[in-house]
Each structure stands twice: as structure tokens, then as C-alpha cells.
């Protein structure tokens, strides 16, 4: 076992005339492959991102503050699913500033940090991770697997 690390290329992120699209060219590929097994998703932004924390009022069933940030979670079915695959950006940016993705049991699976930059798969085994590090690297991230060296 062990996790997977993908950043989007800082230079990428700096290149303004790049669309959503271009710098997280991921986003498709991991909404369409790789999210069907997580039942919900905790999202945090920061509480004066007030126009983000609107819309996902209107989806999620538990919304509480925290200090600086709004956490929200909300049920993955095949409205909310469509929402964040296909309304995922403001002006080319990620809407939220980290997403962390829980299956039935509440296990913690893929997160999703710093606005999209980051994205780690948890607890998968050097196999369940070879197609997923293909993807992000044919996607141009920056990707690595790390072992477990407890297993």
C-alpha cells in the first residue's frame, strides 16, 4: 500500500492565457474514473468566498464553521456528481480550496488540496496505482507513488 502524490506544473498555474481545461486537465478523467466509489465529499473553503459557500448551500446537507473556513459536506449522487464535474471553475480557477472524498464507511479516499493543485489517492496498492499515475502523467503533473514501508 501507499498514496499517490500529483501537483499541477507551477508553470502551468503561472500561465494566464492557459484555461481551466489546460492547467487541470485531470479533472475530467478523475470525476468520469475514479470518484464512483465515494459516497460524499467535505469541502472547506475559506469563509470569505462567499459566492462558492452559496452554491453549495444549496447542495450539501451539513454545512458548519471552523475558524476561518466553512466545511461542507455534501452527498455524491448524479446532480451533485455533474455540479462539480462540470462547474468546477471561476475564471479559470478551482471554486474550492480542498476536497476530500469519503466512501460509505467514511473512509478518507482521494484529496484534493490548495485549489486543485494537489491531488493525493490514499491507501492504494502499487497496481491500483500504475493507471492512475499514467493519467496524471499523460495529463503533464507532476506524479509519484510512495510506498508504505510499514506494509
Known sequence: MGYIKARVNP??????????????SYWQELWT????????????????EKQVIEELEQISFVSRDEGLVKIQLV???DDTRNYFRNKPHIDGKLKWFS?????????EGIEIRNYGEEVFFNQVTKDEAEPIVEMF??????VEFVPDDTD
Open 11 to 24: 508553470e502551468m498555474l503561472k500561465n494566464k492565457q492557459l484555461g481551466f481545461d489546460e492547467k487541470y
Open 137 to 142: 502523467e499523460q495529463c503533464q503533473l507532476i
Open 99 to 107: 476536497i476530500l472524498f469519503h466512501d460509505e464507511e467514511m473512509r
Open 75 to 77: 452527498m455524491l449522487e
Open 33 to 48: 474514473n475514479y470518484t464512483e466509489p465515494y459516497t460524499e465529499v467535505q469541502i472547506q473553503n475559506w469563509k470569505e
